[in-house]
């Protein structure tokens, strides 16, 4: 993920952020070492993932669970262990992400 | 017409404060600086100004106070001492890396332990680093026109940095001395409507302070304040000639007195240097070329500009109110080596640390310092590069 830092110019006085909901635009994407991967065919759709998800990584579209935004996602790994999956099988697992 | 009074140091600062006319102010008393907040908490309670009065347990929540007023929107000041200044530590960085024009006070006195209340610089010298402007100041006559002049040099749009005016514990604090004050109008004028940056209750604009700054963007926050330090010089020059305009009193970074042509020279802040003018005088009158260096721009400190005053002179002597455990010599004495270094000729320096915890800077010890400095310029050769002041053996 490719992120363009600001130069000491750019910067406010004393750190001031001027804009409201500006940590939507914090892309914490970029600290994660573990990517989730979701499995379509062992979810249950019980949302688990996006009730325990600290951040809003997980995203819903028409009540059913859609794709993780790996923009904010940590990586943090709580999704991948309260996903209850089926059968025995998880729906989220957890890879190293790719140098 | 300027009005004339005889008053202590406090009394010149709590009526620059007064006549000010803050709009918010926390403080906790401390000695010697508690005259101030007593005179300005009366002048509140007397409806003389339309402060808000903060009295708070302590000063770190007194300067806590300060940065949440100031980041509200307000013109804040405040004052404290020693120990004082030791506990609002942690609060000072806050108020500079949130560049909030904040006018401290700071009556200089001793750091405990041993617990001691008389004039020191180790509290100001402290605190030299944490991003503050710093003025300094001889008399009280200076206290009040630094403290008038710390307004303006902290709101100037393109600085917003804290000011922390240092003038000597009970030596000027507690003396009184003629000083001239402007007319409550004048200083209004000068000060103009306080114009906050980025304030808080501004409920259309709104805006955090305070965001989690990390290893992305914290270096370009510090070198970002390092370019509004390297501003400052120029916004205190330019304020000291609009001062001067006001009052007829002239200010620069520092004073330099009868150095032109010196070949011999001190180095000294505050009280102390009023005490060495007149005993340079004497050997003037002796014709031995004397002179003398007062810092007033302490923070950021003026290197080119002070290099360039002392680089001609054959031998100086930088007298330090503080020591600097570890560092070897005084913090001043460090900084005046720093201006000097460029040069390629430049005076032999030796430090001496006087006055520590209040001992009384006689005319005697200049006079002690100015012949060994005579004699080191005519050998250029040092007995001992950092000495004592008059302490018993």
């Known amino acids: 993920m490719k992120i363009t830092l600001k130069g000491w110019r750019e910067l406010t006085p004393g750190v001031v952020i001027t804009e409201a909901g500006s940590a939507r635009r914090f892309k914490t994407g970029t600290w994660r070492t573990f990517r989730p991967r979701w499995i379509e065919e062992n979810c249950i759709q019980c949302l ?22 790996y923009e904010f996602c940590k990586g943090c790994g709580i999704c991948a262990v309260e996903c209850p999956g089926k059968k025995g099988k998880k729906a989220i697992v957890m890879e190293e992400e790719e140098k | 017409m300027a009005k004339i009074g005889a008053v202590t140091g406090n009394e010149a600062v709590a009526n620059a404060f007064r006549q000010v006319n803050p709009d918010v102010c ?19 309670s007397n409806g003389q100004v339309k402060t808000e009065m903060v009295l708070v347990e302590s000063e770190h929540s007194a300067m806590s106070a300060c940065i949440g007023a100031a980041v509200a929107g307000g013109r804040v000041v405040n004052a404290t001492s020693s120990q004082g200044l030791a506990l609002m530590w942690e609060m000072l960085f806050i108020a500079s890396g949130m560049r909030l024009p904040i006018v401290l006070a700071l009556v200089n006195r001793a750091l405990s332990a041993p ?34 002049q710390a307004f303006r040099i902290a709101e100037q749009m393109d600085i917003r940095l804290p000011v922390m005016v240092n003038l000597d514990g009970f030596i000027i604090s507690h003396s009184i001395e003629r000083i001239e004050y402007l007319d409550d109008a004048q200083v209004a004028d000068f000060v103009g409507e306080y114009k906050p940056l980025y304030p808080l209750l501004d409920i259309k604009n709104p805006v955090s302070y305070g965001p989690l700054i990390l290893t992305n963007y914290y270096i370009e926050y510090r070198r970002a304040h390092y370019e509004v330090m ?46 060495s003018k007149d005993v340079i005088d004497g050997f003037r009158d002796r014709g031995i070329k004397a002179g003398l260096l007062k810092p007033r721009l302490f923070r ?45 000729e430049r005076p032999v320096l030796i430090n001496k640390i006087y006055g520590l915890g209040g001992r009384d800077y006689l005319p005697e010890h200049a006079e002690l310092v100015l012949n060994e400095l005579m004699e080191v310029a005519e050998t250029g050769r040092v007995k001992t590069f950092k000495e004592y002041i008059g302490v018993r053996e």
């Open chain 2, 300 to 344: 950021p400190f003026p290197y080119q500009e002070v290099g360039d005053a002392l680089k001609h002179l054959k031998a100086v002597c930088v007298l330090d109110r503080a020591d600097a455990f570890g560092g070897s010599y005084g913090p001043m004495f460090m900084e005046i080596a720093a201006s000097l270094y460029p040069y390629r």
């Open chain 2, 230 to 275: 390297t501003k400052v010089s120029e916004v205190v020059l330019g304020v000291a000639r609009d001062f001067e305009k006001v009052s007829g009193r002239r200010y620069g970074l520092f004073d330099a007195y009868r150095l032109e042509d010196a070949e011999i020279g001190l180095v000294i802040l505050n009280s102390a240097a009023g005490t």
């Open chain 2, 26 to 44: 926390a403080a906790y008393p401390i000695t010697p600086s508690t005259e101030i907040m007593q005179r300005f908490t009366s002048y509140v």
């Open chain 2, 115 to 148: 617990i001691n209340i008389h004039a020191d610089h180790s509290d100001g010298m402290g605190a030299r680093d944490c991003g503050w402007i710093q003025l300094w100041s001889e008399n009280a006559q200076e206290a009040y026109d630094n403290t008038i």
């Open chain 1, 48 to 69: 688990f993932c996006w009730l325990y998800c600290p951040d809003m990584a997980v995203k819903v579209k028409d009540g059913k669970r859609a794709e993780f935004d």
